[in-house]
């Protein structure tokens, strides 16, 4: 069983940046896909980031491109979110997601979710 425990959530001001961490345990983080979604109030899940177990494979939903980056510690077992330049329409539970297969942009390609953490942006 592997567990996934987000943080680095809070309140920021628009434009404003924040920097989210996932930690692995339980399974061998070097060889799953690990994929950063979010899910606001009233809406259904969205893919925001995503990242291979090989260096070199990354990819991202188009709202977030040039302002979110995804990266990897596979000595810390542990995935990043760097987000900078936020929006209001960033505000949404983040969630960390692992998968044994490869890169999934849907949330049904994830085997593996972390609890999530809250983002804020306020206006």
């Known amino acids: 069983q592997v567990q996934l425990v987000e943080s680095g959530g809070g309140l920021v001001q628009t434009g404003g940046s924040l920097s989210l961490s996932c930690a692995a345990s339980g399974g061998t983080f070097s060889r799953y896909a690990m994929g950063w979604f979010r899910q606001a109030l009233g809406k259904e899940r969205e893919f925001v980031a995503a990242?291979?177990?090989?260096?070199?494979?990354?990819h991202y939903v188009d709202s977030v491109k040039g302002r979110f980056t995804i990266s990897r510690d596979n000595a810390k077992n542990t995935v990043y979110l760097q987000m900078n330049s936020l929006k209001p329409e960033d505000a949404a539970v983040y969630f960390c997601?692992?998968?044994?297969?490869?890169?999934?942009?849907?949330?049904?390609?994830?085997?593996?979710w972390g609890q999530g953490t809250q983002v804020t942006v306020s206006s």
């Open positions: 990242i291979s177990w090989v260096p070199g494979y990354t």
């Open positions: 997601a692992a998968s044994n297969t490869w890169l999934h942009t849907s949330p049904s390609g994830y085997n593996y």
